[in-house]
């Protein structure tokens, strides 16, 4: 059996495990902090945690990236995205009309986490913009908060499941502000994963360039473009050791297990970049039909 760590049931992370995990034995422990996600593995609790590391509308989610980068050693062992589809929830008898139409006027606060906040700005400002926004830990917290503080005016955004499991209503389906919301999630652990076949297999580098070299950048790119290899994502972080001093995360659609990508990796390590592999692995697609 595998065992996994994921932010808490009924969030978006819950979904998105339960879907990559499909006809597996497994179990997820559910935490309230990515930290305790990346500790439980990093302690040998669990042999995996589910970290969502990019969405469509918010861009990548630096803290997760830091915690990956600076607080410890898991290899990236699969990515798959995963849709992030809001909704609104709420007691339902509570935020209607006679007539079962939702009173927007009635709902004085909207709580959820901030990235699924963000995805659902342009509908809270349409819809209600009289409404407090406040934010908690994730969304499965905002619809347990307000579970226990009926008739308080009150909804939270989060998942369909969520609703279920604390016997709350969906008043309204789908409020993100875009249809191709998606989360981009990351497997990290010690073990290699596999469940089916993958679309491709990437490896994620992060390089730090030598501070003494004008043009490393541009040798660095130079090395995977005269190869023809494709970079999917490039991302820069700070070191936070100097002001002014980043490193490199970048996604290669291909295989440590070419001949090819080695080979670029000590052209640029010979350049005086230090160079780590945050891991070689499969990447998935959501489809629909499964």
Partial sequence: MITAAC?????????????????????????????DVFLATANGKTQYSVIPIENTIDGSVGLH?????????????????????????????ELSEDNGELAYDRIVKVMSHPVA???????????IPHAELEHVGSTSEAVRIVRDNPHRGWAAIGQISA??????????????????NFTRFLLVGSEPFMNGEPSLYK?????TLPEDYPGALHQVLSAFAWRKINLSRIESRPTKKKLGNYYFLIDIEMSMDTVLLPSAIAEIEA????VRVLGSYPSYKYETNE
């Avoid at 906040?117 to 819809?127: E, I, V």
């Fill in 7 to 35: 932010l808490t049931k009924g969030s978006t992370s819950d979904e998105a495990a339960r879907y990559l995990f499909r006809g597996i034995d497994a179990q997820i422990d559910y935490h309230r902090i990515i930290a």
């Fill in 65 to 93: 990236t830091d915690w990956l980068v600076d607080e410890v050693d898991l290899p990236i062992q699969a990515e798959w995205v995963y849709p992030s589809i809001q909704n609104l929830i709420g007691q339902r008898a």
């Fill in 117 to 127: 906040m963000a995805q659902c700005l342009q509908y809270l400002r349409k819809h």
């Fill in 163 to 180: 609703a279920v499991d604390n016997d709350l209503d969906v008043l309204e389906r789908g409020v993100t502000d875009h249809d191709n």
């Fill in 203 to 207: 490896t994620s580098i992060l390089i």
């Fill in 271 to 274: 350049i005086g970049c230090l």
